[in-house]
């Protein structure tokens, strides 16, 4: 697998390729078939046989496909801080790319992370957030390497899931997801219940940590049910609230609800149509973002064109806290959680949900 980060050409890349599916249109027809004004006249074409045109870059993939999309925590105000994947979500595509369904798994999944030979790692069973912050570290350096945490937590996740390979992937920040969401002008959400937030004050600034640690102090932004239109930090900060009504749950459903609105908010924008907003929301981006796959983003973003708000599924997988001696360690799926990660890497989770039903959310 090759990895690359992208810059202004992500169009494909965003999450859940959210930027491929409404820009794609735009962004295959971005050049012009204008011949340049100041060039010297080109010479006529000899007579040929007429060709038939070559097909869209990305025609040929097949389904169904598997894309894993992260969000990491990078806190770049800490010299030697490894990114943690505090956002992780599959996106299974069905074979004929109309259907897709979005699940999250928890951050603190208990789980194997396998030896990792491309920095001396050697494995151990621990939270699924530690594969990538164990995958990112490279040798000889404070540095990190998100391309490699990735490649980590990829390996980690598809042992756990059973699922072979993802076709693609991508890693973005919470300040990318920030930018992301002011770029596309806001994010309409329906609150479905009370959250305030650890980390920001109503102003957005960030909260100031206790003397002594032990949490944050002073006031709180509050976020109250019903629909709501969201700025960049209101959105990332509602997201990521885990201390709610069924914690971390919670935390992964409004995440994934999030996904699915920014991607509305993405067609809404008419992306497809005005290449100056689709340029400003990639120049946002900007090296934020890191695309992971066989195959160039915008190839994927042709093959999931068909794909909209509307086809996708939103998964939620029960879960039960792991103690030991007493002491909290993390988390596991109970059995409809791990079932339904056995139909997805069968490639059939519509007939799992079918009959669970209750895993699905709106």
Do not use: C
Not at 188 to 214: A, E, N, Y
Not at 259 to 288: C, E, F, H, I, M
Not at 329 to 355: F, N, S, W
Request: aromatic share 6%; charged share 20%; hydrophobic share 40%.
């Amino acid at each position: 697998m090759r990895t690359k980060t992208i810059l202004w050409a992500a169009a494909g890349a965003a999450v859940v390729l959210l930027l491929a599916v409404a820009g794609v249109t735009f962004a295959l027809r971005g050049g012009t078939d204008e011949p340049d004004r100041t060039a010297a006249p080109a010479p006529a074409p000899s007579a040929a046989p007429s060709e038939s045109p070559a097909p869209p870059a990305g025609a040929d993939i097949t389904g169904p496909l598997d894309l894993l999309i992260v969000g990491i925590d990078t806190r770049i105000t800490i010299a030697d801080w490894q990114p943690h994947a505090d956002a992780i979500m599959l996106l299974h595509v069905e074979a004929d790319r109309q259907r897709g369904y979005l699940t999250s798994l928890p951050r603190d999944l208990r789980v194997d992370v396998p030896a990792f030979a491309k920095n001396g790692y050697g494995g151990g069973r621990h939270k699924l957030t530690e594969a990538m912050s164990d995958g990112a570290k490279v040798r000889g350096t404070d540095k990190a390497n998100v391309a490699q945490g990735y490649e980590l937590l990829a390996r980690t996740i598809s042992r756990y899931t059973g699922i072979k390979k993802f076709d693609a992937g991508a890693v973005l920040t919470f300040g990318g997801l920030s930018r992301l969401t002011d770029a596309l002008g806001g994010v309409t959400l329906k609150i479905d219940q009370k959250v305030v937030s650890q980390h920001r004050r109503p102003d957005g600034t960030l909260r100031t940590l206790r003397p002594g640690g032990g949490g944050y102090v002073g006031p709180q932004a509050t976020y109250l049910p019903g629909t709501r239109k969201l700025v960049g930090w209101q959105a990332l900060d509602y997201a990521r609230q885990r201390y709610t009504a069924g914690g971390d749950y919670t935390r992964q459903r409004h995440q994934r609800q999030l996904v699915k609105a920014l991607l509305t908010r993405a067609g809404d924008a008419g992306l497809a149509t005005d290449p100056a907003k689709l340029q400003s929301v990639l120049t946002a981006l900007g090296d934020t973002l890191v695309f992971s796959g066989e195959r160039s983003p915008i190839e994927y973003a042709y093959a999931l064109r068909a794909l909209t708000p509307g086809d996708l599924t939103l998964v939620g997988l029960p879960g039960d806290s792991v103690s030991s001696g007493g002491g909290y360690i993390g988390e596991q799926l109970t059995a409809p959680g791990r079932d339904y990660l056995r139909a997805v890497a069968a490639g059939d989770p519509a007939a799992y949900l079918a009959k669970h039903p209750e895993l699905i959310n709106k």
